[in-house]
């Protein structure tokens, strides 16, 4: 039987993405999943979302990374179900959604989108790095010469060497000149760099209040695939009003058997 997918990107992170308010599509297909995010016989995507109905709020965002598996918050695929939900008038341009890690508020604007991420009051310090939760377990450490920094092998060795099975999101980063800062992430369960971690850049913002590289509580962020801004109000060691803000677009539909 053919089934209608539509593919999804935020600042090129990519996300097949499934209307599954009729609950035909398993949790716990995983083969399947890895299947459809494979790039060269499937689909092709760094994860899989499904937009379901939820009795509290808009919808319910739950989301697969391309290893097949259900994983924590993507923050750019949370921008990206905001930007499918609108295209299939589910919802006007401010909506409330539930994800795994708890609701989000988001706003659409023609291609951007804000999305409310979940406050953050503890920032682990560690020799060279900071380690926090944005939703999505994350590692942040500033580097030089990040352009050239191999990504793949630094972020495989720290995601399995520090943080073992559970591993984490492994985030990179330096200043630029333009006042804000670059990143380049490893994504656990995609197991390579992408183009872009919403959660990340969330994580690499806060970070860099935190250590003081920046006052400022708007942070642009330049990743691979494009920029984002987040903002956010500090308190007494606590972020809070977090918002993850940039381009979420629809790259195409289609049709597969599955
Ligand atoms: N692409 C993401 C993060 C997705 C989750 C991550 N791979 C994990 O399993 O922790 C984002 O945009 O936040």
């Not at 399947?32 to 092709?44: K, P, S, T, Y």
């Amino acid at each position: 039987m053919k089934n209608t997918f539509y593919k999804y990107q935020g600042t090129g992170n990519d996300f097949v993405m499934i209307d599954n308010r009729n609950g035909d599509f398993s949790h716990t297909d995983s083969t399947l999943v890895a299947h459809l995010c494979d790039r060269r016989f499937g689909i092709g995507a760094d994860g899989l979302i499904l937009l379901e109905n939820d009795d509290d709020t808009d919808f319910r965002m739950v989301y697969f990374n391309a290893d097949g598996n259900e994983s924590t918050m993507c923050g750019n695929g949370g921008r990206c179900i905001v930007a499918f939900a609108h295209f299939l008038g589910i919802v006007d341009d401010e909506m409330e959604f539930m994800a795994i890690d708890g609701p989000h508020k988001a706003l659409i604007q023609g291609d951007m989108v804000s999305l409310k991420m979940q406050d953050v009051s503890e920032i682990k310090e560690k020799s060279n790095a900071l380690f926090m939760n944005t939703g999505s377990p994350h590692h942040v450490q500033m580097v030089e010469g990040l352009k050239l920094y191999d990504v793949k092998k630094e972020g495989a060795r720290l995601r399995y060497g520090v943080y073992g099975e559970k591993g984490s999101n492994i985030n990179f980063v330096e200043a630029n000149t333009t006042n804000g800062f670059n990143i380049r992430t490893y994504e656990r369960g995609v197991e390579d760099e992408t183009l872009s971690c919403g959660t990340g850049v969330t994580a690499v913002a806060l970070a860099m209040h935190h250590l003081g590289k920046t006052s400022a509580n708007q942070i642009a962020i330049s990743a691979l695939g494009g920029n984002l801004s987040v903002d956010f109000k500090y308190n007494n060691g606590s972020y809070t009003d977090i918002y993850l803000k940039g381009a979420a677009k629809q790259v195409f539909k289609g049709e597969m058997e599955w």
